[in-house]
């Protein structure tokens, strides 16, 4: 599905990420997991080419990415911070979004699923965090592709979405589509996720299963295993 | 590109300094003509109006429409679309928008006061075909600078201190140069010295077309010499094409290579 050969990016002298290998097969959750620094953003802005890499390549479903936009046709892109142009209305940013990419009739179900009817003639800059992430949301999980990438997306859900979004996340991999998720939640990650890849200063430290990291560093639990990565690197 | 265009001209057209643009060229249009009473003297008077105000106002919405719609740009730039062609859609509908502002609010009031049946149209039209290129060449230039600057404090100061540059001290520059170096031919170096600035040429171009000797000046006359009045008009053209065509250009070339 993905596969990243030795990718080096620099920002002025600020090396973030150093050399990373991956690949990530089609189907499955994964979770991409590191301390705040560690170039989960930049790994994910670079797949999706928002962030041009000083070497390395990038396949996304045999497709190097360089120099083409096309193959972003097979990506729903969920965004940190859920930045939107504040001068437009929920419903015309959703219109716009959809005329842009192809047309869908998704929308109107997640926006009931989500409960988004009262906001719909709301500019996008009076609306609340939490509100602001369910539009998102909307707008990432209305088109059918076969990869999905979430940059942090439980940020100011409620405990209700939250659930929501579980589920929705769940029958999408049933789909078959590979899920790409950044967390700092753990409980979060260790109930969706089917594998981690453990960023550390640049680098892949760790992918594989929950359990097999738990063997690793001999720790009973998920977020203790995780702790002990940390304090055995002074992260 | 053109759907982006789209999104970016109707957001434009909904934010109320359009319309503040828009009123104010209305208002100096009526003005202008109602203090003149004649249309020639009135498209003199705006020539030096819109020669200063436009490079201007393009600057800073070029400037302040980037920074504002980053978060929109960024929203764009996850989807299936070209970086050049998000970037050249948004500079498009800024510089129309801008342009649609000059056309409408100065149009309206000249229109109504009979440009059609006076000899002036064509002095007018020019004045409008020459505020709509330093609308377009001033809007490609601030998005140069906003795409190289991230910070939008730094941002703004190079875009006012481009605009201060081309259109007051250069001209200072330019006429020191002239005096100190009087003792030598200098028709070439003035010639180069006015393409190389568009709100030079542009005031040239007009002065040309408008044939009033006296306002030519130093340049003026040595590009009317030089190139005769139609010949002239075509290089000065060209070079205005020229102006636009550079900063388009680098902002293709810029936006493939900037992270976000």
Redesign the interface.
Known sequence: MVSIENLHKK?GKNEVLKGVDLNIKSGGIFAVLGPNGSGKTTLI?SV?????PNKGTITVQGENIKKN?????N?D?M?QIA??????KVKELIK??K???NHTNDDQNLIQLFKLEPFLDKKLGNLSGGTKQKVNIVLTFMFDSSLIILDEPTTGLDPISLIRLKELIQTEKKKGKTILITSHIMSFVEEVSDEIVFLLEGKIYFKGTISELKTKTNQPDFEHAIASILSDNNA | MLKILKYSFFDLMRSRWSYVYFGFYLLLGVVLLFLNNDLSKAVITLMNVIIVLVPLIGTIFGVMYYYNSKEFSELLLAQPLKRSSIFLGQYLGVALSLTMSLILGLGIPFVFYGLFKSNAIWDFSLLLITGTFLTLIFTALAFNIALSNENKIKGFGYAILLWLFLAIIYDGIFLMTLIFFEDYPLDKLSLVGTMLNPIDLSRTLILLKLDISALLGYTGAIFKQFFGTSFGLIVSFIMLIVWVVLPVLRIMFKSKRKDF
Not at chain 1, 69 to 73: E, L, T
Not at chain 1, 83 to 88: D, E, I, Q, R
């Open positions: 920002f802005k999706l080419g928002m962030v041009i936009s096309s193959y972003r046709h990506i892109y965004p930045n939107f142009p504040s001068n437009l716009m979004i005329d842009l990419r």
